[in-house]
């Protein structure tokens, strides 16, 4: 079922093409290594970010967009320290027919891991079921992805809403051909089905006038047997699409005719019908909670430089979020994971049950535990999204900020740098030339650049540890629990507004 928002584009308050930064003194707060470069105006509520670039007669322009609980917004970066503001489809524009008026608590939710077609200029946004005060536990409430033309950056059109029964995060497959979006818990009438939460569907986008979607669901069973939440995808270079959620990793090749280990023949994998390559769990006494949120697979040009040195093959290592909230010292669960693939290339994560379980071998695990932490009894210490440039992570961490590991030693990351202001929910870095993007859904888009104290940290292998949380800071993660809450049909995971 398909519906159009009610609305197409809306001019943005701020005059188009006017720098949008706030320039001042860095935040109160710990910060080591990392020079503040500024604040986007008007982006509190920031959930994700991509990039486009655009290429054409006159000079090149490279464009940020940014979506959030306010909808989504495009800039210019051309400068990438003085994004100006270009366009902005608000909330109002994603409503559909039913949703309410006005909204008491979520209005545009939530759209995390935005992907975009860099060859359409597409931007995808999956609608959570949260979305305009829904939840995940009602049948009643609409889940999908809307897809915005963004040819023209400074005009902004909701083309398409693919209603599904999924929708917290979409990702491009196969080039945007397809779509594979999936999540979150599942609602009442489909627990009896799938007990553990929404896994993923596909979505055949090649054309928009006529999009597609496939009844039959992908990535089941994902839970030693059981279907739960598929949360995320991401797609490696060779196109391997690799699922996080509960139960561990997976991944499937979408195209080109390869050894089905569970089939036990060669044929043809497409978006609708892929094939499983490699994954599984990860070990909990590593990861307690069994979920995780989002990975990522070092390989070719983006590998991490000198792995082999301490004995990794090229594409053996894979690193994940685990997201859970069980500690208030950021302490045993709510981990960075390296593991090894080694052992899973024959469909062993996909035969794995109660019985005979099968788990990844751990490399590594990082978190703030030891480093610093928090006193108050409050959900707010666990990892979330990261991005990897090369042998360095950035990664946020909801009130403990966003924290900058070497992993050139994978069984051994060490903290180089740190951004951790006192009244941060970090929710995923992006690195974009020399500068790194925050999207803070308190503060809004930091713009962050790492010295040349983190370089030299990095060069001696010198790890360097934040303070304890200020009291400011404390106070901040107290009054977040008023703000904030994890999603009472999950509880570990999905800090939501309430």
């Given amino acids: 079922m398909k519906r159009i928002g009610v609305g197409l584009m809306l001019a943005s308050a701020f005059a188009l093409g006017a720098p949008v930064v706030t320039a001042a003194e860095a935040p109160p707060g710990a910060i080591d290594n990392v020079d503040y470069l500024g604040t986007v105006d008007d982006t509190d509520g920031a959930v994700a970010i991509?990039?486009?670039?655009?290429?054409?007669?006159?000079?090149?322009?490279?464009?940020?967009?940014?979506?959030?609980?306010?909808?989504?917004?495009?800039?210019?970066?051309?400068?990438?320290?003085?994004?100006?503001?270009?366009?902005?489809?608000?909330?109002?524009?994603?409503?559909?027919?039913?949703?309410?008026?006005?909204?008491?608590?979520?209005?545009?939710?939530?759209?995390?891991?935005?992907?975009?077609?860099?060859?359409?200029?597409?931007?995808?946004?999956?609608?959570?079921?949260?979305?305009?005060?829904?939840?995940?536990?009602?049948?009643?409430?609409?889940?999908?992805?809307?897809?915005?033309?963004?040819?023209?950056?400074?005009?902004?059109?909701?083309?398409?809403f693919e209603e599904l029964p999924v929708g917290h995060t979409s990702t491009c497959i196969n080039e945007c051909d397809f779509l594979w979006t999936g999540g979150p818990a599942s609602n009442t009438e489909q627990a009896a089905i799938w007990p553990g939460g929404r896994p993923i569907f596909a979505t055949d986008i090649r054309d928009l006038d006529?999009?597609?979607?496939?009844?039959?669901?992908?990535?089941?069973?994902?839970?030693d047997g059981v279907t739960a939440y598929a949360?995320?995808?991401?797609?490696?270079?060779?196109?391997?699409?690799?699922?996080?959620?509960?139960?561990?990793?997976?991944g499937y090749h979408t195209s080109g005719k390869h050894w089905d280990?569970?089939?036990?023949?060669?044929?043809?994998?497409?978006?609708?019908?892929?094939?499983?390559?490699?994954?599984?769990?990860?070990?909990e006494s590593a990861a307690p909670s069994?979920?995780?949120?989002?990975s990522d697979?070092?390989?070719?040009?983006?590998?991490?430089?000198?792995?082999?040195?301490?004995?990794?093959?090229?594409?053996?290592?894979i690193l994940a979020t685990e997201e859970a909230f069980g500690s208030n010292t950021c302490d045993g669960?709510?981990?960075?994971?390296?593991?090894?693939?080694?052992?899973?290339?024959?469909?062993?994560?996909?035969?794995?049950?109660?019985?005979?379980?099968?788990?990844?071998?751990?490399?590594?695990?990082?978190?703030?535990?030891?480093?610093?932490?928090?006193?108050?009894?409050?959900?707010?210490?666990?990892?979330?999204?990261?991005?990897?440039?090369?042998e360095i992570v950035a990664y946020s961490w909801y009130a403990q900020g966003t924290r900058f590991l070497d992993i050139s030693d994978p069984r051994n990351p060490i903290q180089i740098a740190y951004y951790r202001p006192d009244d941060a929910v970090s929710y995923a870095p992006y690195f974009y030339e020399d500068v790194v993007y925050v999207a803070d859904i308190s503060r809004g888009i930091d713009i962050l650049r790492l010295d040349k104290d983190a370089k030299k940290a990095q060069k001696q292998r010198k790890p360097v540890k934040a303070p304890k949380l200020s009291q400011a800071a404390k106070q901040n993660v107290a009054a977040l629990s008023n703000r904030f809450a994890a999603d009472s049909t999950t509880s570990f995971i999905c800090i939501i507004p309430t």
């Fill in 50 to 160: 991509n990039f486009l670039e655009y290429k054409g007669r006159g000079k090149p322009r490279d464009v940020m967009m940014v979506s959030g609980t306010f909808g989504l917004k495009s800039y210019d970066v051309s400068d990438p320290t003085v994004p100006m503001l270009l366009d902005e489809l608000d909330e109002n524009v994603f409503k559909l027919p039913g949703d309410p008026e006005t909204t008491n608590v979520r209005a545009f939710w939530q759209n995390e891991d935005m992907d975009v077609d860099p060859k359409r200029k597409l931007v995808m946004m999956a609608r959570d079921p949260r979305a305009y005060d829904g939840s995940t536990s009602s049948p009643d409430a609409v889940a999908g992805v809307y897809i915005v033309d963004a040819a023209d950056p400074t005009a902004l059109e909701l083309k398409v």
């Fill in 210 to 223: 006529n999009v597609t979607t496939s009844p039959v669901a992908i990535d089941t069973e994902r839970f």
């Fill in 231 to 250: 949360h995320d995808v991401q797609v490696d270079e060779r196109g391997i699409a690799w699922v996080s959620g509960r139960g561990g990793v997976r």
């Fill in 261 to 283: 280990p569970l089939q036990e023949r060669r044929r043809r994998a497409t978006a609708f019908d892929p094939i499983p390559f490699a994954g599984g769990g990860i070990s």
């Fill in 290 to 294: 069994s979920f995780l949120h989002n």
């Fill in 297 to 317: 697979r070092p390989l070719g040009r983006n590998s991490i430089p000198g792995a082999a040195r301490y004995g990794f093959k090229p594409g053996e290592l």
């Fill in 333 to 390: 669960v709510g981990v960075f994971a390296i593991a090894s693939l080694e052992g899973s290339y024959d469909g062993e994560g996909w035969r794995s049950t109660p019985e005979d379980p099968f788990r990844l071998e751990t490399v590594s695990t990082w978190s703030p535990a030891g480093e610093e932490g928090t006193d108050i009894a409050a959900p707010f210490c666990s990892a979330h999204y990261f991005e990897r440039q090369k």
